[in-house]
């Protein structure tokens, strides 16, 4: 079969199985030195070459083995993330930001989930860093001290994300949970809520569901407004079982009153609050207010639309992710906090209190 120059076919590998550098090299007709320094620092192979490489590459597909530079002490392009759950919306916007931001840098995560269970982050964290990994981004300011100092052992970059305080000596990206969630109960006790309802999951081991907690507490005690400890209830981030909980208390008053707003200590739960109140035909907002935190997917479309405070996941997400580079490159030269505000979205679930 006949050739042009300009369409030689594919040429054969100069050895059996995945192609490597050589192949590359020999398909773009440059050195293996040069196809190295390219995948290492292509800023300093002039642009046609950069071309040829990347045709050579793409064509043969070659894949570029990161461990095997991790092993000589080089980067492993490899980034991990530690979530206390990947079923939860609003965690899966950080992740789905975190990870689209590391793939502008041509990295890579690695994700796990500890479930609230903290005492099983050592184990995660052990995992990840034996894989090499270039950093690690945690959820929240409450982790294991076994697992901080293998991290600070290692000497690589780590940030702590979604709370505006971090664990010690780790930057934080996040927000001010307890001002987030002062700002909603604030919104109800403007609209003259008296009688009020919490739902939170439970803090000993959640530190954002601690400091939300405390703004909420922090809020009604200014206005002198206490809330009894039958309207206090501990409720997993799950719906069905906020659900559960909310009938429970709509249907037994306590002295003929119900109340009349519900805080909760996420869209989840508030979501749970208000099919509860259609089951048994109690109009949101009319007869009970109810407000979220989180801002997730389908709080604007649930009917009522939720009153809840938007939490910058993605924002949260791409600055990590970007934090994480510049320390790894040594772009920056200091670790600092980064706070970034929360936003008060006031939607149809919340209206005045109905008159006593």
């Excluded at 773009?28 to 045709?55: K, W």
């Excluded at 689209?100 to 041509?106: G, I, K, N, P, W």
């Excluded at 002062?182 to 919490?198: G, M, P, Y």
């Excluded at 909310?246 to 306590?254: C, D, F, K, Q, V």
Aim: net charge neutral.
């Amino acid at each position: 079969m006949s050739s042009s120059k300009g369409n030689q076919g594919p040429r054969p590998r100069s050895r059996k199985g995945a192609p490597g550098i050589l192949d590359v090299a020999l398909r773009a007709g440059v050195s293996g030195a040069t196809v190295s320094r390219y995948f290492n620092d292509p800023d300093v192979v002039r642009p046609a070459t950069r071309g040829r490489i990347e045709q050579a590459a793409r064509e043969l597909g070659y894949i570029r083995d990161r461990m095997a530079g991790a092993l000589h002490g080089k980067m492993s392009g490899t980034i991990g993330l530690i979530v206390p759950t990947i079923d939860h919306a609003i965690f899966s916007e950080l992740i789905e930001a975190f990870s689209e931001q590391l793939h502008t840098h041509d990295r890579t995560m690695l994700i796990a989930s500890h479930n609230y269970d903290l005492q099983r982050e050592i184990g995660i964290v052990r995992s990840l860093l034996e894989r090499r990994i270039d950093a690690i981004a945690l959820v929240g300011r409450d982790h294991p001290m076994a697992a901080i100092e293998m991290i600070k052992v290692r000497g690589i970059p780590v940030v702590s994300l979604w709370n505006a305080v971090g664990a010690g000596g780790i930057p934080s990206i996040g927000t001010d949970n307890r001002q987030g969630a002062f700002d909603v109960a604030q919104h109800l006790i403007d609209l003259n809520h008296k009688h009020f309802a919490l739902l939170f999951p439970d803090t000993q081991f959640n530190d954002r569901a601690r400091d939300r907690k405390a703004g909420v507490m922090q809020a009604l005690e200014a206005a002198s407004i206490s809330v009894p400890a039958a309207w206090d209830l501990p409720c997993p981030y799950d719906t069905a079982a906020a659900k559960s909980v909310a009938m429970g208390l709509l249907n037994t008053p306590i002295s003929d009153k119900r109340p009349t707003a519900f805080i909760c200590g996420n869209d989840i739960i508030a979501h749970g609050v208000i099919h509860a109140a259609s089951r048994l035909r109690i109009k949101v907002p009319h007869a009970v207010s109810v407000v979220g935190i989180g801002d997730f997917r389908g709080s604007s479309a649930i009917e009522p639309p939720l009153t809840t405070v938007r939490l910058p996941a993605r924002r949260i997400g791409q600055l990590a992710a970007e934090t994480l580079i510049g320390q790894i490159n040594r772009e920056e030269a200091e670790q600092r906090d980064h706070i970034i505000p929360t936003q008060l979205i006031v939607r149809e679930s919340s209206s005045q209190a109905p008159e006593d």
